[in-house]
């Protein structure tokens, strides 16, 4: 089932328009804990509590205020904060497009669908163009008084549009200093073996979230009022490097 339409606009290149909804792609349906005051297991109500008088502010004494220096602030109002909000806007702008596969993925962050509005044409032949030149458009849009940077990508029959991280969020490789550990001929050889053993088709279907499933069966258990053992987890040593030709070999066997 589609997600919900969150947004309705116009991708813009050039002279064309090309109405679109916006859906979400991912549905992330979590387990959700809350908490409570143990004695009578009635929810917690959060409350701002002022550091120095130790009581709670209400509403209209609360303001926003930026930290030049330790304990040193200046205050911002929302009147002020609405003037570097973008200007409202439909328009998903395209600039540029890149070569698909160009975009290194930790630039990308969330993914939504983009489906057509109207117009079906024009949709389906920007799909086709995408797909046949191999490209993404790189674009701009406004939502929800935020501005966002995206690439516009063919799917299958649908759009995709990803939101991407800035270039001055990205920390760059070359920042961590990693020591250079030299690798015999074999060592090379048995892990590449190795590699090409377990290299299959990507099935995403094929992996749960164990960690959900984990909570569901704690939730599941507790509700039957069953006692619960403490586990103590289980510690893994790092392979020392003296032991590395031994453990890949041991580890292709395995899967041979």
């Known amino acids: 089932m589609a997600g919900r339409t969150i947004w309705k606009g116009y991708i813009h290149f050039g002279d064309t328009d090309v109405p679109v909804k916006l859906h979400t792609a991912v549905q992330e349906d979590r387990i959700q804990f809350h908490l409570l005051h143990k004695p009578d297991r009635v929810k917690l109500r959060q ?3 002022c550091a120095y008088e130790k009581v709670p502010v209400p509403l209209e004494e609360q303001v926003k205020g930026f930290e030049l220096e330790e304990r040193k602030y200046i205050l911002v109002d929302p009147a002020e904060l609405e003037q570097t909000e973008p200007e409202s806007s439909r328009m998903i702008e395209v600039h540029e497009f890149v ?4 975009i290194d993925p930790i ?9 057509p509005d ?5 949709y389906n032949a920007l799909v086709e163009a995408l797909k046949e030149m191999g490209v993404e458009g790189i674009c701009t849009w406004s939502m929800r008084k935020r501005s966002y940077l995206g690439a516009l990508q063919a799917s299958g029959k649908l759009l995709r549009l990803h939101t991407l991280r800035y270039a001055d969020e990205v ?14 001929e074999k060592e090379l050889k048995i892990g ?22 984990k909570l569901q069966n704690l939730i599941e258990r507790k509700a039957r009022g069953e006692k619960i053992a403490l586990l103590r987890p289980r510690r893994v040593k790092p392979t020392a490097p003296d032991k590395l030709l031994q453990a890949l070999e ?7």
């Not at 109207?118 to 024009?122: A, V």
């Open 47 to 49: 409350q701002m509590i």
């Open 99 to 102: 070569k698909t596969g160009q």
């Open 107 to 115: 630039f990308l962050e969330r993914v939504y669908y983009l489906e």
């Open 118 to 122: 109207t117009l079906l044409k024009g």
């Open 171 to 184: 920390i760059p490789v070359k920042s961590f200093d990693l020591q250079k550990f030299p690798l015999s």
């Open 192 to 213: 590449d073996d190795l590699i090409n053993q377990l290299t299959v088709p990507f099935q995403p279907q094929k992996f749960d979230n164990e960690h959900e499933k």
């Open 250 to 256: 041991a580890s292709l066997k395995k899967v041979a």
